[in-house]
């Protein structure tokens, strides 16, 4: 029960692997409510997902740490109804899983079982690689996240690139080396050189998605408010603008506010 009804099939963790093999990009978008995620599975996205950047884009915090796992499965349970053809997959949040592995599979069940979605997204390496098994062991499709991990974000102190040196990249490289033997069937690398991206991706079976990773990486995804033009004063290097729809909606606004005032809405036509 999509916005538009799409005749595609619903993208998989195995199609994940087929794409991989074949050399095709893998597209993410994020999405946090029925009717925005309902426009991007009609229009062909492979998956969305329902990062906890809903706590910054939907909620208005400073960073992703306050959302809880009650306001991820509202969220993702509104997401999951609206797609028809990509892959669902949510953030368990900040909390949800650090603890120990027993309360972070009581979460991840809890996730799974309330919401409809296809995969959860864990950040972290080797330090969180028992919970990431459990949670595959107990068959659900884990998709892992390294570089800059915004969860973390206290303990970089700010928001940028990580894994410039040498010790750091190098852990990158077997942090996603652990996760893959661990069966993670996709890994976010966020805001890492292009150049050890790009190596990742070529060292691992999972399907890397990068985000500030260059053009390396198997796939990748934006925050959809950003790549379409509705976040203000947020313009990373790279980030890409593909539409203005921020711009539009105030369009919208404006002439609704006009013919409001000016009494022309609504028309003879459009009353009763
Ligand atoms: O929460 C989120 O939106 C994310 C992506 C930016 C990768 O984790």
Redesign the pocket.
């Given at each position: 029960m999509g916005y538009l009804s799409t005749d595609k099939k619903k993208i998989t963790t195995k199609t994940y692997a087929e794409m991989k093999a074949a050399g095709e990009k893998v597209t993410?978008l994020?999405a946090y409510d029925f009717t925005t995620a309902g426009i991007i599975d009609a229009a062909g996205i492979d998956t969305i997902?329902?990062?906890?950047?809903?706590?910054?884009?939907m909620a208005g915090n400073a960073d992703?740490l306050p959302v809880t796992v009650d306001q991820m499965i509202y969220h993702a349970r509104s997401v999951a109804r609206a797609c028809n053809h990509a892959l669902v997959l949510c953030?368990m949040p900040f909390g949800s899983y650090q603890v120990c592995k027993e309360d972070a599979l009581r979460n991840a069940c809890r996730m799974m079982k309330e919401t409809g979605v296809d995969a959860l997204?864990l950040?972290g390496g080797v330090e969180i690689l028992d919970t990431v098994q459990a949670l595959i062991n107990a068959g659900i499709p884990v998709c892992g996240?390294l570089g800059l991990t915004?969860q973390s974000v206290n303990k970089f102190g700010g928001y940028g690139i990580r894994a410039k040196e040498d010790a750091e990249a190098e852990k990158l490289v077997s942090d996603a080396k652990a996760l893959d033997k661990a069966g993670c069937f996709a890994i976010?690398l966020?805001k890492v050189p292009a150049k050890l991206a790009a190596e990742v991706s070529r060292q691992v079976n999972a399907v890397t998605?990068g985000?500030g990773a260059g053009n390396g990486c198997d796939g990748q995804?934006?925050?959809y408010a950003d790549a379409l033009g509705m976040t203000q004063g947020f313009k990373p290097k790279f980030l890409r603008h593909f539409a203005q729809v921020g711009e539009e909606m105030q369009k919208g606004v404006k002439a609704y506010i006009d013919a409001v005032k000016s009494v022309e809405y609504p028309s003879a036509e459009e009353s009763y």
């Open positions: 993410m994020t997902l329902i990062g906890d950047s809903a706590s910054n884009v992703t953030d997204k950040e996240h915004p976010v966020e998605i985000i995804v934006l925050v």
